[in-house]
């Protein structure tokens, strides 16, 4: 399957504690994407990561990508309960629609 | 900010009946995308169009599905005669750049079939 798995299906965590969320794809990729959709919403784009990229920073988040081991992870530091919601994977093949995993479920507790 | 619109937000329809779910991309946005989730699971791509034509499409497209830009603002989705197992919720997004940047999403149209 050329979707991304995130791992775990589900977090809870306290304020302030960091989350960190994992994802694995079985392809080559152009990109990897992480999403965040608050329940019942849209997806809003978080970060992207290019294939010839290993690390990226946004604010508190931090995206890595290890291509060798096909996989992602993403850590939000210092968690606050608006972070509470479900964060997906995205991967990017060539000339194909981006594919998203089953998603993270991050609950944060204050 | 620019964003993707949706309407409706919710409908409820007869299992038999056909549906149509509009979206207002993103105005200089060129590439446009359907995805759907069914309550709760994974987020599953649809169709892609692009100048006019799809571009793409996944298995779960079938010849009940049909995609339409009918003027220079919207986007449908036609679901011809809907079944029980199209429930779901129906993301529209766009991007600037094809299948390599990011998407932005519309809030969805939640479809319910009865």
């Known amino acids: 399957s050329q979707q991304g798995e995130e791992d775990p299906q589900a977090l809870s965590i306290q304020e302030g504690e960091n989350a960190t969320m994992n994802c694995s794809y079985k392809?080559?990729?152009?990109?990897l994407q992480w999403y965040r959709q608050n329940s019942g919403r849209g997806l809003v784009h978080l970060i992207l990561?290019?294939?010839?990229?290993r690390e990226k920073h946004s604010g508190r988040l931090r995206v890595t990508l290890d291509t060798s081991k096909k996989s992602s992870s993403l850590l939000i530091t210092a968690s606050r309960a608006a972070d509470t919601a479900s964060y997906f994977c995205?991967?990017?093949?060539?000339?194909?629609?981006?594919?998203f995993g089953k998603g993270t479920t991050l609950s944060v507790s204050s | 900010e620019p964003e993707v619109t949706q309407t409706p937000s919710h409908q409820v329809t007869q299992m038999g009946q056909e549906v149509i779910l509009r979206c207002v991309p993103i105005?200089?946005?060129?590439?446009f995308y359907w995805y759907r989730q069914i309550l709760g699971q994974k987020v599953e791509f649809l169709v892609s169009?692009?100048?006019?034509?799809?571009?793409?499409k996944s298995e779960i497209f079938d010849d009940q599905f049909s995609v339409e830009r009918p003027d220079g603002s919207n986007f449908t989705l036609k679901i011809r005669s809907t079944k029980l197992e199209d429930s779901a919720m129906y993301f529209c997004?766009?991007?600037?750049?094809?299948?390599?940047?990011?998407?932005?999403f519309g809030e969805g149209s939640r479809l319910t079939v009865l």
């Open positions: 997004a766009s991007s600037v750049s094809p299948n390599t940047g990011e998407l932005f």
């Open positions: 392809t080559s990729i152009n990109n």
């Open positions: 990561i290019r294939s010839n990229e």
């Open positions: 995205a991967i990017n093949q060539a000339g194909t629609a981006l594919i």
């Open positions: 105005s200089n946005h060129l590439y």
């Open positions: 169009f692009y100048n006019n034509e799809i571009s793409e």
